[in-house]
């Protein structure tokens, strides 16, 4: 099972304002993998998401898919829970179903679903401004959820919640994870985070964006409290911090080819 | 039920009492910025009658009403000691007296000032409307014609209502003719703040949700209907409020402009018949009753504001802290 879902090859990004936000980025995602990108901000981490999602062109390189895969079946989730403020809870979740056409009543069943998923039964006819951080958080991870998708886009969807609410959701989402197994991409500058959740970290350097390590994270799931207490977590913290700060600093970090390192891993 | 929609409406009066006017949906009105209403969310209310009514009690609707009946009294006494000519300053008993004897003359003339005004304001929303979906079309055509709103709305209305008059006769002959001509007049006043609002509302829908519409391959149509409109709810309705008292300002500039024309004659002619006359506490009904007519075409514009935001928007929701 290591054929790549995606596999982006030789992307450049330059923004219309002369900002090179990627250069040369490779990178092949796993089908089932659950990959982080870290980096310091404004190293075209939001970037390489949206080239993934078709959101603005890129200026080379190419995205494949695998068979079987498509834009079709991803779902990205912000940093802001980006609600409708104006529609309730289960409107919300609707919406990607609605813009797909599907009615109402045939759509009644896949939100009730979802918002179960997120733990959110019961709240369907609450807005927004109603609900706390966490519980907008849950709403907009319930309205990717709702299609069903394969591939999930996460852009530091938890970076504005309190440390409790964003390690319940952590937990949350690895359970949620493990069900579904689907291929999640997952932005964080929260290295913690990282480790804890992903199967492969990806750390990344600014100016001009690019890859500069490729982590494995070879501990089995289901994740545990322990697991974040074990040396082996503090040893992938530490090289991956190690790792971003040798990249801030200039000097180039040792790599290993990513697609060696995928094939050890699995 | 009814105590719940008089206490809103008090509640408003007192919001305009103080100054507290929203230009623009951007500016949301502070929240708690009436202390010691909102320790309380407006829906319960109506449930808490006792308690509402200490609020009307409160020393919010207290001072500025005090401070109104104070300046009266001291107007009143102020004209009967001094012995100023009613034809000069007439005091409020006297005004209050002469719009209860001439309101059979005056109302009549109120009710055709607020035909044209609603005519007006109900072309301006729907133009307003329209214009701005086709400015957020395109940029282009916003950048080509945006100026000429502005142009449009910069030109004194004073200044163009003779030609419109004029012009208007050409076509529309008849009776009618005048009433056309007004309307045009108070449109052109209160068609800019629509567009204006509408416009930056529609193009103020949040960047991520609009990704998010991408994503999903939503249509241009469905990105209207469902993010960009929506998102401009809260712009446009504060556009609205503007408009209103707009039109109002432009049909009775209009009918100065106009003076007697025609066998219908809205409230500005009766003003300026009254100062022909020196029937000034006449004039002083009758002012009185235009800025009347301008008050509640805000309330009730400011009621339905609150009613179709109601739940999601800060403007106008109170919160309880
Ligand atoms: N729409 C845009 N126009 C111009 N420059 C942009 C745009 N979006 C991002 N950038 C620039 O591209 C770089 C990468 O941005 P981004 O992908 O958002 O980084 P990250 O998510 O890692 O913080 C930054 O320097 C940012 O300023
Ligand atoms: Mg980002």
Excluded at chain 1, 84 to 91: F, G, Y
Excluded at chain 1, 98 to 123: H, I, M, P
Excluded at chain 2, 17 to 37: C, E, K, Q, V
Excluded at chain 2, 164 to 180: A, C, E, K, L, M
């Amino acid at each position: 099972m290591t054929h790549p879902a995606i596999t982006l090859s030789d992307i450049t990004k330059v923004y219309s304002n002369g900002t090179v936000a990627l250069q040369h980025l490779n990178l092949a995602i796993e089908e089932g993998q659950f990959i982080s990108l870290v980096g310091p901000s404004g190293c075209g981490k939001s970037t390489v998401l949206r080239m993934i999602a078709g959101l603005g062109k890129m200026s080379s390189g190419q995205i494949e898919w695998s068979s079987g895969h498509s834009q079709r079946q991803l779902a990205f989730v912000f940093q802001e829970a980006a609600l409708m403020p104006w529609a309730t809870v289960q409107d919300n979740v609707r919406l990607p179903l609605k813009l797909a056409g599907v009615s109402y009543s045939a759509s009644r069943t896949a939100v009730a679903e979802a918002l179960e998923l997120v733990d959110l039964t019961g709240f369907e006819k609450c807005y927004p401004r109603e609900l706390s951080g966490g519980m907008k958080m849950r709403v907009s991870i319930a309205r990717a959820l709702v299609t069903k998708p394969e591939v999930l886009l996460m852009d530091e969807p938890f970076g504005a919640l309190d440390e409790m609410t964003r390690s319940r959701l952590n937990s949350d989402l690895l359970a949620l994870w493990s069900q579904k197994q689907w291929t999640v991409i997952f932005v964080t500058h929260n290295i913690y985070e990282a480790v804890y959740l992903s199967n492969r970290v990806i750390v990344m350097a600014a100016r001009p964006g690019r890859v500069v390590a490729d982590v494995p994270i070879a501990a089995p799931y289901p994740r545990t409290e322990e697991f974040r207490l074990s040396p082996l977590y503090g040893e992938y913290c530490r090289q991956i911090s190690s790792a971003l700060s040798q990249a801030a600093s200039g000097q180039d970090v040792a790599i290993a080819n990513p697609d060696r390192r995928a094939a050890e891993y699995v | 039920m009814l105590l719940r929609q008089l206490t809103a409406l008090i509640l408003e009066l007192q919001n305009l009492l103080m100054g507290r006017i929203n230009f623009t949906a951007g500016s949301d009105r502070p929240n708690g910025s009436i202390p010691a209403l909102a320790a309380k969310p407006i829906g319960k209310l109506g449930t808490a009658g006792l308690s509402g009514m200490r609020q009307l009690l409160s020393a919010d609707l207290l001072a500025p009403v005090g401070v109104g009946f104070l300046v009266l009294a001291f107007w009143e006494i102020a004209v009967r000691m001094s012995g100023v000519q009613p034809y000069l300053l007439p005091g409020p008993l006297l005004v209050l007296q002469t719009l209860i004897s001439e309101w059979g003359t005056l109302f009549p003339s109120l009710v055709i000032t607020f035909q044209i005004t609603l005519a007006a304001f109900v072309v301006a929303v729907i133009s307003g409307l329209l214009v701005s979906v086709l400015f957020t079309q395109s940029k282009w055509i916003e950048r080509s014609f945006f100026p000429y709103a502005v142009i449009l709305q910069t030109t004194p209305v004073v200044a163009i209502a003779p030609l419109i008059i004029i012009w208007v006769r050409q076509v529309v002959p008849g009776d009618n003719s005048t009433f056309v001509a007004l309307v045009i007049c108070a449109w052109i006043v209160a068609l800019f703040p629509i567009i204006a609002n509408t416009t930056l509302g529609l193009n103020s829908a949040d960047h991520n949700l609009i990704n998010l519409f991408q994503l999903y391959k939503a249509s241009r149509w469905q990105t209207l209907l469902h993010l960009r409109l929506p998102s401009a709810m809260p712009y446009f309705l504060g556009g609205l409020r503007i408009s209103g008292g707009l039109a109002l300002i432009g049909a009775v500039v209009a009918e100065f402009v106009a003076g007697t024309g025609g066998t219908k004659s809205g409230i500005a002619y009766q003003i300026l018949i009254s100062s022909y006359n020196l029937q000034i506490p006449r004039m002083f009904a009758a002012l009185l009753m235009t800025t009347g007519l301008g008050v509640l075409i805000f309330v009730l514009l400011t009621l339905l504001s609150d009613f179709l935001l109601g739940k999601w928007h800060e403007s106008a929701v109170r919160r309880e802290n």
